[in-house]
């Protein structure tokens, strides 16, 4: 009797999709690229997705490739992320499609809204991350939670002969400590030892992975019908959302209870003032945005780093020479002032010449509003998902000369050793023209001052062979290192 009824369920299921079915196109295509993708056979040459779609770009005479299979355009030629990001910006917004597939996690967020919603909380977030006294509020987070937490946790792990840290952990327990400070005026003490589970970062963790999974699934029907029955990942996804929803409620309604005064600086009392006070759905997909931005971006940007310093000793010599020059000899001060992090000119392009190699967000798409042509001569259709790759143009010769698998910070000083940033469509780290990242000085300030104390205080080297060929990425919808970076922790001497 239970099979005849979910033969029954299964049927109307059918009959009630068939419209969808009938309208979209079922892309099949058993060209080169798209057999390799439906059939994981990338992995047989490859470690990472984003690997194998740079070499792909790499051998592509244009630097653009299409993906039949995801009616999907992948470039990673400048021209075409100026023509995306800039020229021709209003016909290519996140769309639809990217909407939908983030709806539950980012709601009407600014990562997953256009048109006046989108203008709306960018100018507010332009204006509140760039104001003096938030600027000044999160510097005071970042420099306490280094002195009261991760020294301690740091030096903790140094005392301990052949104890071995996960980094990663660590980097993203102190940006959600940080992160959840400035957005929400909580504090979650993740960064304390024995390390806690904390039930918001763990669901925001799960929440994240499953949405990228959404994103690569070349039929998006499957997972859309997991969804309707809440079976499988999707239920998991369902469960996740359900524990933020439920927290970030919380902590909105305890803001609303204690009331907002001149004093508020954290960024869920200041968007209370101008968003509707019956719309805590909306304040909450505004601020679960920000989390996101802030504490995986982060956390995944830092853990690159250190792992390309403990590969190139020279170079993590040379940012303690400049701390040196700027912040004079010895260990007793290892938080510096943002005067003090502006003259750090080597360190800063260090930085970026990590996320050049491993930027935290690898891709990222746009779809098509009406048919067009890319820079390069490429026709775009309208529905047509364009991506541009910023891991695989980190990997272009055309782009950055012979030596692009080099990690060199020097690429990015003058002769005067001051740092020269490059013109963001060869660089979108943070990506460009209208969308460009409106907390890249916060989370530049907070990368640099992690690490001015870590490399100041302590020697640290990866544990594990693996870890020095290659960096394996989790999915996701930031780059997340699959098994964490262990590392061996041991305190300088004078």
């Known amino acids: 009797m239970l099979l005849i009824i979910s033969f029954i369920i299964l ?75 800039k020229t021709r910006f209003h016909n290519y917004p996140k769309g639809k499609q ?38 000044v509020f999160a510097h005071e ?24 840290l996960d ?26 030892f024995p390390f806690p589970t904390s039930e918001f970062a763990v669901a925001f963790d799960t929440a994240s992975m499953l949405s990228a999974k959404r994103a690569l699934a070349p039929f998006p029907l499957l997972w859309k019908i997991k969804r309707m029955f809440k079976i499988g990942s999707e239920k998991e996804l369902r469960e ?52 996101l931005a802030g504490r995986d971006t982060v956390a995944s940007g830092l853990t690159g780093f250190f792992w390309l310093l403990t590969r190139h000793p020279k170079m993590e010599n040379r940012i303690r020479e400049e701390l040196d020059q700027v912040m004079g000899p010895g260990f007793d001060s290892v938080t510096a002032s943002c005067g003090e992090m502006r003259d750090m000119h080597y360190l800063h392009a260090a930085l970026y010449e990590s996320m050049r190699l491993f930027p935290p967000v690898q891709f990222d798409s746009k779809f098509a509003l009406n048919d067009d042509v890319l820079a390069d001569g ?32 020097e690429r990015w000083l003058d002769k005067e050793g001051l740092f020269r940033p490059e013109n963001p469509v060869k660089y979108p780290i943070f990506q460009a023209g209208a969308r460009v990242c409106v907390g890249k000085e916060m989370a530049i300030m907070e990368m640099k001052s992690i690490a001015v104390a870590m490399i100041r205080k302590f020697e640290t080297r990866v544990k594990g062979p693996g870890l020095t060929e290659t960096l394996r990425f989790a999915p996701g919808l930031t780059a ?4 964490g970076l262990p590392v061996m922790i041991q305190e300088r001497k004078a």
């Open 167 to 192: 980094l990663q952990d660590v980097f993203r327990r102190f940006s959600f400590d940080t992160i959840s400070k400035l957005s929400f005026g909580f504090d979650p003490n993740c960064l304390r």
């Open 240 to 291: 996740s959302i359900d524990v933020i929803n439920r927290l970030a409620g919380d902590l909105i309604k305890q803001r609303r209870l204690t009331g907002l005064t001149d004093k508020s600086n954290d960024l869920i009392s200041r968007f209370m003032a101008v968003v509707a006070e019956d719309d805590d759905e909306y304040l909450r997909d505004i601020v679960v945005s920000f989390l």
């Open 378 to 409: 490429t026709c775009v259709t309208r529905g047509t998902r364009v991506t541009y790759h910023p891991y695989a143009m980190g990997r272009m010769s055309r782009i950055w000369g012979p030596d692009y698998e080099d990690f060199k910070p």
């Open 98 to 135: 990217f909407s939908v597939i983030l709806g539950d996690l980012l709601g009407r967020g600014i990562f997953n809204s256009d048109g006046d919603t989108w203008r709306f909380q960018r100018k507010l977030a332009s204006l509140e991350l760039g104001s003096v006294s938030v600027r």
């Open 11 to 85: 049927f109307f299921l059918i009959f009630s999709l068939f419209p969808t079915l009938f309208h979209q196109k079922l892309r099949c295509c058993n060209c080169e690229i798209c057999h390799a993708y439906l059939t994981s056979s990338w992995r047989n040459d490859f470690v990472n997705l984003g690997d194998w779609y740079a070499h792909l770009l790499r051998r592509s005479p244009t630097s653009t490739i299409k993906i039949h299979v995801l009616n999907s355009v992948v470039t990673a030629n400048p021209s075409n992320v100026e023509h995306i990001l």
């Open 480 to 483: 997340t290192v699959n098994g």
């Open 141 to 164: 987070i970042v420099k306490t939670e280094i002195e009261t937490r991760l020294i301690p946790v740091l030096n903790s792990f140094s005392d301990q002969t052949g104890s071995v």
